[in-house]
């Protein structure tokens, strides 16, 4: 669905991150590199109306050896009950539209934080960077959510057979994708690109890794939205590995 009204006044400012934040260098260790699935048609995952079938495909990526070595259980990322603050107003919620834009691009912000884990082990798969450019065109009323939902299909295939860091950066920039058909993939984005920062570091050093990235993804939520996004991280850690927990 593609926003309506959004004038000059409605556009959102891109987040930059600060040049000081940490950018954490790693060493992705996997045997070979699977090459880019090119062939894959998101279109038909987009089949299913469900937005199980968007969760479903981040579970498949989790099956994957690698996820399985490095002790992970998928985990929901959406409650089974929504909450009526991240549900849209013309779907029965009380979320507005320029707060669902302004989630969107925290998510994005997050996700984009990261993406370099993806990119330096996979240069010439553009799926997860493309989706965090069609996740802004559609904040910027360029593309159809339908577009974005499609594109974070990608991004998650982009995620198959890869090493935690490059494999959590993908999922990352599919669940800020997925924000603009289901305002509560924001934390989505958010959990995975922690997840991806805890993965490529020594394990003695993982906790110290994901209290700084989830320190600066705090800092870069929008005022609007902060209290919103803090009070759910509290009520979803659980069902988000506990990547949010003081």
Known sequence: MRPRGVGPADRISPVTPAASATRFACSVRSAAARPPAHSHDPNRAVASRSDGSLQAGARRAMSTPSAKNSHDVAVPILPKQRDPRLITIRRGGTLTDQ????????AIVC??????????????DSRPRDAINIGRAWIR????????????FAANAAARGLADPAKFAALAAGQAAAVAHVAAHDLGAAAYALRATQACVPADQAEGARRRERDWQRAQIPAEVRELVLD????RNDICWNVFAD
């Open 99 to 106: 707060d669902h834009r302004l989630l969107a691009e925290w």
């Open 141 to 152: 009323g360029e593309a159809r959510m339908s577009e974005a939902r499609r594109a974070a």
């Open 232 to 235: 759910d991280q509290g009520q």
């Open 111 to 124: 996700a984009e934080h990261v993406l370099h884990l993806f990119e330096q082990h996979q240069p010439g």
